[in-house]
Each structure stands twice: as structure tokens, then as C-alpha cells.
Nanobody, 122 residues
């Protein structure tokens, strides 16, 4: 049974940093496509980072340099490090997984976590 459990969200001021965690079970990072998404109020859910097969990363151009996705295989945990946070980064952040070595369309996922809230104040 696959489970994804996010943690690490919170409230920070503009320019601050947060590191989100997604504890996983039932998945092997080298055989999965792992992602972080966020849901900003009034907007569609969007992907913010991808880790394919445990080695290849992808980010939207708008977030490159500020967000970093990584994984600890020994802890079965996915991370999202966010630096230089802005009020527009405020939203619910979700961990997602496609149980396949091929990522394909990033919106295609087999599993989702429950989300963790990130709030950035000005």
C-alpha cells in the first residue's frame, strides 16, 4: 500500500526558507516519478518540482533557482527546499507520485498526499 505524508509547512516572512518533507511507503524512487504540486487560492493546482527515477529533476522556469527537490532513499523521504519565499508562494503543497519510470504528463499521478500549508507574509 502506497502512502505519502507531507510535513514541514508553516508560516514564514518574505525571503524566508522552508523545507517540506514527504514520507513515503510502498514506492521506490528509482522506479517512480515524484512531484511536488501546489494549490494557490483561486488558481489551478500546478507542479513545482519533479524528480524522475531518483536522479533527474525538472522545475518550471519561474521557480528555477529557488526550489530544490531531493530524496533520501534510506529514509524513503522526498523533500522540497524552498528559498527566497514570496507571498505568492502561499498555498497548499502536495506530494504526488506516478508509479512508473516514465513521467509522461506531470498531471498524471497514481498517489497524492494530504498536503501541507505554506504561508508567506510580507
Amino acid at each position: 500500500q502506497v502512502q505519502l505524508v507531507e510535513s514541514g509547512g508553516g508560516s514564514v516572512q518574505t525571503g524566508g526558507s522552508l523545507k517540506l518533507s514527504c514520507a513515503t511507503s510502498g514506492l521506490t524512487f528509482t522506479r517512480a516519478c515524484m512531484k511536488w504540486f501546489r494549490q494557490i487560492p483561486g488558481k489551478e493546482r500546478e507542479w513545482v518540482a519533479v524528480l524522475a527515477r531518483g536522479v533527474e529533476t525538472d522545475y518550471p522556469d519561474s521557480l528555477k533557482g529557488r526550489f530544490t527537490i531531493s530524496a533520501d532513499n534510506n529514509k524513503n523521504t522526498l523533500y522540497l527546499e524552498m528559498n527566497g519565499l514570496k507571498p505568492e508562494d502561499t498555498g497548499m503543497y502536495y506530494c504526488a507520485a506516478r508509479d512508473s519510470i516514465l513521467c509522461g504528463n506531470y498531471r498524471t499521478n497514481d498517489y497524492w498526499g494530504q498536503g501541507t500549508q505554506v504561508t508567506v507574509s510580507s
